[in-house]
Nanobody
Framework: HVQLVESGGGSVQAGGSLTLSCKAT????????MAWFRQTPGKQREGVAA??????????TYAPFVRGRFTISKDNAKKIMYLQMNSLKPEDTAMYFC????????????????????WGQGTQVTVS
C-alpha cells in the first residue's frame, strides 16, 4: 500500500522560496511516476508538475503558470520527491498535494488528477 507524506509548507512573502518534500513508503519508487497538485477552496485540484518513474529532470512536466519558477525532482534511493518553488506569488497560495501512480499507459495526462491513485494529505502554502 502506497503512503505519501508531504512536508515543507508554510507562510512566505511574495518573491520568496519554499521547498516541499513528499516522502513515499510502501512501494519501489523507481516504478512510479509522481506529481504535485494544488487546490484552493471551491476549485478543482490542478496539476503543478510531474516527473516520470526514472526521476530524470528531462522527464519533468510543468503547468504553464509555474514553468520557470518551480522545479520538480525525485530521489528514488531516498523515495522522496521535491518541489522547489521560487519567485512565489500570492496566487500560488494553496494546499499542495503529492500523488503517485504505477508507471505505464494512462488515458490521462500527467497533470490530470484522474491519472493518480495514491495521494498525500497535503501541506499548506501561503504567500502574502
Amino acid at each position: 500500500h502506497v503512503q505519501l507524506v508531504e512536508s515543507g509548507g508554510g507562510s512566505v512573502q511574495a518573491g520568496g522560496s519554499l521547498t516541499l518534500s513528499c516522502k513515499a513508503t510502501g512501494y519501489t519508487s523507481d516504478h512510479y511516476c509522481m506529481a504535485w497538485f494544488r487546490q484552493t477552496p471551491g476549485k478543482q485540484r490542478e496539476g503543478v508538475a510531474a516527473i516520470d518513474h526514472t526521476g530524470r529532470s528531462r522527464t519533468a512536466t510543468y503547468a504553464p503558470f509555474v514553468r520557470g519558477r518551480f522545479t520538480i525532482s525525485k530521489d528514488n534511493a531516498k523515495k522522496i520527491m521535491y518541489l522547489q518553488m521560487n519567485s512565489l506569488k500570492p496566487e500560488d497560495t494553496a494546499m499542495y498535494f503529492c500523488a503517485a501512480q504505477y508507471s505505464g499507459y494512462s488515458q490521462y495526462g500527467r497533470l490530470n488528477f484522474a491519472r493518480y491513485g495514491s495521494w498525500g494529505q497535503g501541506t499548506q502554502v501561503t504567500v502574502s
